[in-house]
């Protein structure tokens, strides 16, 4: 009867391990769904960051060069083998290109 104890524990660690898990990619896949067609036409030039930030979340990757006056950002989304890339100058939307189809 002692012995059955610690394998009750484990087996309570390892369904709440699982449990965890499935939680994580089930938020995974509904974040991943943000990537859409119609989400990205919603994107037009002048938005701020954080405005296109609360349409397609963050990006996948994030590149910022040049000096402090003349700022570009690029946002690269990355969904499957979809990419959308969003161009920013000076925190405002400047252009953007995607692979998604229609």
Do not use: W
């Amino acid at each position: 009867m002692i012995h059955m104890r610690p394998m009750t524990t484990m087996f309570r660690t390892a369904s709440r391990f699982i449990l965890v898990l499935m939680l994580v990619f089930v938020l995974d896949s509904c974040i991943g769904k943000r990537i859409t067609k119609a989400n990205v036409n919603q994107v037009t030039e002048g938005m701020s960051k954080k405005q296109v930030e609360s349409i397609l979340g963050q990006p996948t990757s994030s590149k910022t060069e040049g000096p402090a006056i003349i700022r570009q950002t690029t946002y690269v989304y990355r969904q499957g083998k979809d990419t959308v890339t969003i161009v920013f100058r000076d925190d405002k939307v400047q252009s953007k290109d995607s692979t998604l189809s229609d």
